[in-house]
């Protein structure tokens, strides 16, 4: 990262937020939403992923009892709207016995403890892998774990801050060894990164009228 306090990850996180404000995620309304929609999100839109848990709401199926008892065939057809259907079905399933066993079907229980502990836990699950672990652990159990995705990844990049080949590990550790652990503020700072992404840090930078525009960066690393 460029020395000096003004590129500070603190102060990356100030001017973001004077810039967007306060951004109110995850866009759920239960813990429950939030961990499904952590696994329907894998590679595709929010829209969709809106659409999908519409379904599962219709279904009655917005409930990890619920998932764990119903066929995956049925379930395939009711999350279509998210796209790889038959893949992500087989993954809540998995989560919802991973609630199951650990929970007995409750997902507050299932994240109550050490949150390391947890996420171990939680990376044994088929199709469950670091990101959606914690952002499951971030937003459903309000557990400090930052949450590392594909915007954040291209920001520090762009502004030299890390290499192409750093881990998801190796970014996360910059964020939770700089940053007090509060799990309100990783919260609004990753959403902050995926506002300052989408709006500016695209694959194509559109670095006019960015916050960071006057800090040091590449617009064409990706």
Known sequence: MPSGSRYSLTRLYN???EAYGPQGWWPARTPTEVAIGAVLTQNTSWRNVE???AALETADL?????????EEAALAECIRPAGTFRVKARRLKALAA?????GSGS????????GRVI????????GIGPETADAILLYAGKHARFVVDAYTRRILIRHGWIGPDATYEAIQDRFERRL???AGMFNEYHALLVELGKRHCRARARC???PLESWPHDADAS
């Open 15 to 17: 001017v973001l937020w």
């Open 51 to 53: 659409r999908a848990i």
């Open 62 to 70: 917005l409930d990890f009892r619920r998932l764990h008892e119903v």
């Open 98 to 102: 991973w609630v199951w066993h650990r």
């Open 107 to 114: 997902l507050e229980a299932a994240l109550r403890g050490d």
């Open 119 to 126: 996420r171990a836990d939680l990376l044994y699950v088929p």
């Open 180 to 182: 007090p652990p509060d």
């Open 208 to 210: 006019k009228g960015c």
